[in-house]
């Protein structure tokens, strides 16, 4: 019985022992063995959102975004030039005019466009200026040019951080004469990249540090072409034009034939005149034979 007493305490040390990865300390046995305390579960989750939204404003990324709007004018026909060329006058800070038309066909009615891009800074009162209730139609498209925008910079920098260090291996002039060649083509390429790579960033830029405007001036439609007279008002100009149509096609063909007509005529007059004079010698043949 003494002896099962001696051995209790060692197998509970050794059950103790097989267990003792399964244990937690207590903040108190912690602090008694030098280690600070297991951070409670709701603690950990706490801290985890203060950490996620700490580094959440440092890992945001800007937004870069490519802005096209889209304008209708409807004018009365008369008015559409000055008005074109009006909008066209507005455009001078932070500003450029890519394309500008005036199309005054005898056969359409006026029309007009105008493609600007303007600034973002300037959008707001140039838009303003433009506004008005002659705009029948006003679209906005956008398109997100982030990771373009990411890519290239990323690009950019490691290429100048490259160029530096290949300026740095040349400025130190050591090894072999192949070596340095070498690293001067290897500059000239990397300069190209970075030249090419920044071209591309300048009309990124472009694209989202400005906006672009598509303008369209037509003139506004009559009572005729809205009302239920329409379809007699485009049979009547659709026989207006047939009738111009087919009167220019023989214009065309007299003035065609003309030139045939002064080489064709005197050819047939002369073979009628020798017809008929070969008739008449053939009369006065038989007639003198009938005479005899």
Same mark, same amino acid.
């Given at each position: 019985?003494?002896?099962?007493?001696?051995?209790?305490?060692?197998?509970l040390a050794i059950a103790a022992c097989g267990d003792s990865?399964?244990?937690?300390?207590?903040?108190?046995?912690?602090?008694?063995?030098?280690?600070?305390?297991?951070?409670?579960?709701?603690?950990?989750?706490?801290?985890?959102?203060?950490?996620?939204?700490?580094?959440?404003?440092?890992?945001?990324?800007?937004?870069?975004?490519?802005?096209?709007?889209?304008?209708?004018?409807?004018?009365?026909?008369?008015?559409?030039?000055?008005?074109?060329?009006?909008?066209?006058?507005?455009?001078?800070?932070?500003?450029?005019?890519?394309?500008?038309?005036?199309?005054?066909?005898?056969?359409?009615?006026?029309?007009?466009?105008?493609?600007?891009?303007?600034?973002?800074?300037?959008?707001?009162?140039?838009?303003?200026?433009?506004?008005?209730?002659?705009?029948?139609?006003?679209?906005?498209?956008?398109?997100?040019?982030?990771?373009?925008?990411?890519?290239?910079?990323?690009?950019?920098k490691n290429l100048g951080e490259l160029r530096d260090r290949?300026?740095?291996?040349?400025?130190?002039?050591? %090894? *072999?004469?192949?070596?340095?060649? +070498?690293?001067? !083509?290897?500059?000239? &390429?990397?300069?190209? @990249?970075?030249? /090419?790579? #920044?071209?591309?960033?300048?009309?990124?830029?472009?694209?989202?540090?400005?906006?672009?405007?598509?303008?369209?001036?037509r003139p506004e439609p009559s009572i005729g072409e809205t %009302? *239920?007279?329409?379809?007699?008002? +485009?049979?009547? !100009?659709?026989?207006? &034009?047939?009738?111009? @149509?087919?009167? /220019?096609? #023989?214009?065309?063909?007299?003035?065609?034939?003309?030139?045939?007509?002064?080489?064709?005529?005197?050819?047939?007059?002369?073979?009628?005149?020798?017809?008929?004079?070969?008739?008449?010698?053939?009369?006065?043949?038989?007639?003198?034979?009938?005479?005899?």
């Amino acid at each position: 019985m003494k002896s099962w007493t001696c051995l209790l305490p060692i197998l509970l040390a050794i059950a103790a022992c097989g267990d003792s990865a399964h244990i937690v300390a207590t903040p108190a046995e912690s602090m008694r063995m030098g280690a600070p305390p297991a951070p409670a579960p709701m603690a950990m989750d706490q801290a985890g959102a203060e950490g996620a939204s700490a580094a959440a404003p440092g890992d945001a990324t800007p937004k870069y975004m490519a802005e096209r709007q889209f304008w209708v004018f409807e004018l009365p026909e008369k008015a559409i030039e000055a008005r074109w060329q009006a909008h066209v006058a507005l455009c001078r800070a932070d500003c450029e005019v890519l394309n500008a038309a005036l199309n005054k066909s005898a056969h359409s009615p006026v029309s007009a466009s105008l493609q600007l891009r303007v600034g973002r800074a300037s959008a707001e009162k140039l838009l303003g200026a433009m506004s008005g209730p002659e705009v029948k139609e006003r679209r906005v498209e956008r398109e997100d040019k982030t990771l373009q925008v990411v890519d290239v910079e990323a690009r950019l920098k490691n290429l100048g951080e490259l160029r530096d260090r290949l300026r740095a291996l040349l400025a130190n002039r050591s %090894g *072999a004469l192949k070596d340095i060649l +070498e690293t001067e !083509r290897e500059l000239a &390429r990397v300069q190209g @990249e970075l030249d /090419s790579m #920044a071209a591309q960033r300048k009309a990124l830029a472009n694209e989202t540090e400005k906006i672009l405007l598509f303008a369209e001036y037509r003139p506004e439609p009559s009572i005729g072409e809205t %009302g *239920a007279m329409q379809p007699l008002v +485009e049979a009547w !100009r659709g026989a207006g &034009r047939a009738f111009a @149509e087919s009167l /220019s096609a #023989a214009l065309l063909f007299v003035v065609q034939a003309l030139p045939w007509l002064v080489i064709v005529v005197p050819v047939f007059w002369g073979i009628w005149k020798g017809l008929r004079r070969m008739a008449g010698w053939w009369r006065a043949r038989r007639a003198g034979k009938q005479g005899t």
